[in-house]
Every structure is written in C-alpha cells, then in structure tokens.
C-alpha cells in the first residue's frame, strides 16, 4: 500500500499564475517531507523540505504547506514559469532514513 | 566540484546476464541509496547501506544485490537479469541520517534494457 500518494498525475498551468502540488501520506510517524524536481534524462534534484514542526516553509517562488491532522502537503509555485515544467515527487523520510517517494506529477507551464 | 556518477548510462542485455551498474561519489558521504523508477511507480528503493560493509534490502530488493567495500562506491548488481528490470536506475548519497532530506543528492541515471 502507497505509504506516498501524488493523486494527480499532471498537471497544466499558465505562465504567471499559481501552480499547486499536491500529496498525502498515510503514515502519521512520518515528521520530514521533500519536494523534488525532475527533468528528462536527468536525475531527482532536491527543491524544498518541511520538518512536522512547521506547517510552511519557502524558498523563493516556492512554499511547501504541511497539514499534520490532514497527512497532507503541497507544494505552491508562484509565479510558475515555463522552466518549471517537469516531474515533482513528493517524499517521506522513513524510519529507515531512506526516502519514500510518490508516484510523481508532471506539471506543464504554458507561456 | 565533488559529484556522484553513474555507468553505464545506457545498456542493453539479454535475459539472465549478470549485469552490474557502477555508482560512485565524491563527497564522501556514508549514506548510498539505490532506486529505480517505472511508470506508475515513482521511484522505489532497491538497496541502500549506511557505510562500509553496511548493506540494506529495499522495498524492491527481489533479484539485486550490492556490495559496499569503501566509502566512495556501491556497485549495483542484477544476478540473473530479467525483463521486469528493464528500468530507470538512479543511484543516490547523503552525508548523514540527520541532515538526509537538504543533503541528498542524485546521480544521472542508468537506462537499462533486458531484452
């Protein structure tokens, strides 16, 4: 069972306007989440964190919001630009210290 | 700069080859992970170890094995290669269990084909 869940497979936005990423996990022992951003042929780069501490976090254009009662985070890109467009994975930090990811959305930045 | 690389890149094998994909880093990191991803998946972990000698099964370990005899490199190894492997392979390191989530860092992938 998906402990890491991308409900929305793509996703398709405006140059300038609002992009939001969504993500729910079931696992309530979880306490950090990522953000990664991939690109064709390239590898996972890391974007934005969150610790269960916090319930936001920025960086630049980017904010992750963290809704503990929920088991819900998503990731807002404002402005969202063309160069945005790629796969974003979501991820948990296991107790194992390794990283559970979602499945992955692809957003699309039209200009 | 320091780096994390992959290789091959790109290979294509026949089913029930031995088939090892090299990872190797330069930050001198403890932490190494392996995953793969497919379509409708994400990425999955394989193997991971934690330091030299340290190995760990992954949540799809089921046909690789990895070996970690220094700190710089974890040869990921299909032992009899199958066409459900056919996969995107994306080897990873971290400096520390504290710090994973700002410190983890991704090599470029190994395409690899099991006809």
């Known amino acids: 069972d998906q402990q890491v869940k991308q409900n929305s497979p793509s996703l398709s936005v405006q140059e300038g306007r609002i992009s939001i990423l969504n993500c729910d996990y079931t696992?309530?022992?979880?306490?950090?989440f990522l953000w990664y951003k991939k690109y064709p042929a390239e590898g996972p780069t890391f974007l934005i964190s969150?610790?269960?501490?916090?319930d936001k976090n920025e960086d630049g254009r980017f904010t992750v919001f963290l809704n503990k009662s929920a088991k819900h985070l998503s990731l807002h890109i404002v402005p969202s630009q063309p160069g945005d467009s790629a796969v974003y994975f979501c991820?948990?930090?296991?107790?194992?210290?390794?990283?559970?990811f979602g499945k992955g959305t692809k957003l699309s930045v039209k200009p | 700069d320091a780096e994390i690389t992959q290789s091959p890149r790109h290979k294509i094998t026949e089913t029930g080859r031995q088939v090892t994909l090299a990872c190797h880093q330069t930050?001198?990191?403890?932490?190494m992970f392996w995953y793969r991803q497919d379509l409708g998946h994400g990425l999955r972990l394989i193997h991971y170890?934690?330091?030299?000698?340290?190995?760990n099964k992954g949540e799809v370990s089921d046909g690789y094995s990895v070996s970690r005899s220094n700190t710089e490199d974890l040869p990921l190894t299909l032992e009899s290669a199958a066409s459900s492997q056919t996969s995107v392979y994306f080897c990873?390191?971290?400096?520390?269990?504290?710090?994973?989530?700002?410190?983890?860092?991704f090599g470029e992938g190994s395409w690899l084909t099991v006809v």
């Open positions: 990873a390191s971290s400096d520390s269990r504290d710090n994973l989530g700002n410190t983890i860092y």
């Open positions: 696992n309530s022992m979880f306490d950090y």
């Open positions: 969150i610790s269960s501490i916090k």
């Open positions: 991820a948990a930090e296991g107790s194992q210290g390794n990283l559970i």
């Open positions: 930050w001198n990191h403890n932490n």
């Open positions: 170890s934690y330091g030299v000698q340290d190995t």
